[in-house]
């Protein structure tokens, strides 16, 4: 035969998980009911400073890796808003496509950085922001990248909350 729980056990325990699903939604709920707008950061980025690095002495092979520090500008005045630095390594060749980790976003009153995919063709990727100092301290939030042409990179970072 199989144990059963006394009544009192039985109560006992559900009015505890009760009371710890409860707590847990006490505290949930402030951030629900505190979400504001997210803000969006629009930046071009003129290719001025960049070194491709082959990994067995010739181009386009797995493991080369680009190193980059540019200027930032506003995507709407183009006026100077910062700089962008990173280190990029290709992990498939056939889709031009780079891991960079991080991406490091030098901006007025603080730093944000990202990390994730980059395409080499030009499609559009999206990653996340993983963090920041300054004002942008535990920020969070997604980042979009696309090439404009050669030498110009469009950079959308969405700041949640």
């Given at each position: ?20 699903v409860?707590a ?20 071009r980025e003129?290719?001025?400073?960049a ?11 797995q493991?080369?890796y680009?190193?980059?520090?540019d200027?930032?500008?506003?995507a ?10 990173g ?11 780079y ?50 042409s050669?030498?110009?990179t ?8």
């Amino acid at each position: 035969m199989g144990h059963l729980e006394s009544p009192r056990r039985m109560t006992t325990a559900l009015a505890a998980g009760a009371a710890a699903v409860a707590a847990a939604a006490t505290l949930v709920a402030p951030s629900v009911f505190a979400a504001t707008s997210p803000t969006i950061l629009h930046f071009r980025e003129p290719s001025v400073n960049a070194s491709a690095i082959n990994a067995a002495g010739k181009a386009n092979k797995q493991g080369d890796y680009l190193a980059w520090d540019d200027p930032l500008k506003d995507a709407t005045t183009g006026a100077l808003a910062g700089r962008v630095a990173g280190v990029c390594t290709l992990v498939d060749v056939k889709t031009a496509l780079y891991d960079c980790a991080p991406v490091t976003y030098t901006l007025a009153g603080g730093t944000i950085y990202a990390e994730g995919f980059v395409s080499g063709a030009g499609k559009p990727m999206t990653d996340p922001i993983v963090g920041g100092t300054g004002k942008y301290q535990n920020v969070h939030g997604t980042l979009t990248v696309t090439a404009v042409s050669a030498t110009i990179t469009d950079h959308v970072l969405r700041i949640d909350g």
